[in-house]
T-cell receptor, first 112, second 114 residues
Framework: DAKTTQPTSMDCAEGRAANLPCNHSTISGNEYVYWYRQIHSQGPQYIIHGLKNNETNEMASLIITEDRKSSTLILPHATLRDTAVYYCIVRVYSSNDYKLSFGAGTTVTVRA | EAGVAQSPRYKIIEKRQSVAFWCNPISGHATLYWYQQILGQGPKLLIQFQNNGVVDDSQLPKDRFSAERLKGVDSTLKIQPAKLEDSAVYLC????????????FGPGTRLTVL
């Protein structure tokens, strides 16, 4: 039931910015966009989330388009340790509470 | 701050056997989730607890899966009897105080059913 579309995989060079796109054209006005990543053999790790405005924290920046139909996660200086599967998720309200519905994500490989 | 703890990290069983997984959420987190992650897929929610009550178990295969959170803290997920298709990573997550807040995940338990 994922409401997002992401590329299956992408490569980026160590030290360069990594821009991860996500389409969520059916997002509703009060639904947040969340990003998680999952490094091999670990549980998913929270990165960032946003509603309308662009957001930045110590890990990444999130750019959401004005119509909210797409967003981009930016890792400003990718390192080898950023190699992971990145999930873009629209948080929805169902069955009495908010839910995260994970898709297959984007496998990001950072190359030296 | 300690993260979500899970045990065991790995488990191998034969089909039709039983298995149980344990989760200790982050202190003070009222909401606890169990997810199943099959190889190559994203995690899928099995059950959500708010304190010791079930909020959502609509995706839990109740004929073989059960879960409890008796005192509103630790939780146990059980499979009885296991099938080959239950081979997956079982992830526990917690949030404070509801699903509207960020979920934090444990390392998971990798189950292999032979």
């Amino acid at each position: 039931d994922a409401k997002t579309t992401q590329p299956t995989s992408m490569d980026c060079a160590e030290g360069r910015a990594a821009n991860l796109p996500c389409n969520h054209s059916t997002i509703s006005g009060n639904e947040y966009v969340y990003w998680y990543r999952q490094i091999h053999s670990q549980g998913p790790q929270y990165i960032i989330h946003g509603l309308k405005n662009n957001e930045t924290n110590e890990m990444a920046s999130l750019i959401i388009t004005e119509d909210r139909k797409s967003s981009t996660l930016i890792l400003p200086h990718a390192t080898l340790r950023d190699t992971a599967v990145y999930y873009c998720i629209v948080r929805v309200y169902s069955s009495n509470d908010y839910k995260l519905s994970f898709g297959a994500g984007t496998t990001v490989t950072v190359r030296a | 701050e300690a993260g979500v703890a899970q045990s065991p990290r790995y488990k191998i069983i034969e089909k039709r056997q039983s298995v149980a997984f344990w989760c200790n959420p982050i202190s003070g987190h009222a909401t606890l989730y169990w997810y199943q992650q099959i190889l190559g897929q994203g995690p899928k929610l099995l059950i959500q607890f708010q304190n010791n009550g079930v909020v959502d178990d609509s995706q839990l295969p109740k004929d073989r899966f059960s879960a409890e959170r008796l005192k509103g803290v630790d939780s146990t997920l059980k499979i009885q009897p296991a099938k080959l298709e239950d081979s997956a990573v079982y992830l526990c997550a917690s949030s404070f105080p509801t699903g509207g807040d960020t979920q934090y995940f444990g390392p998971g338990t990798r189950l292999t059913v032979l």
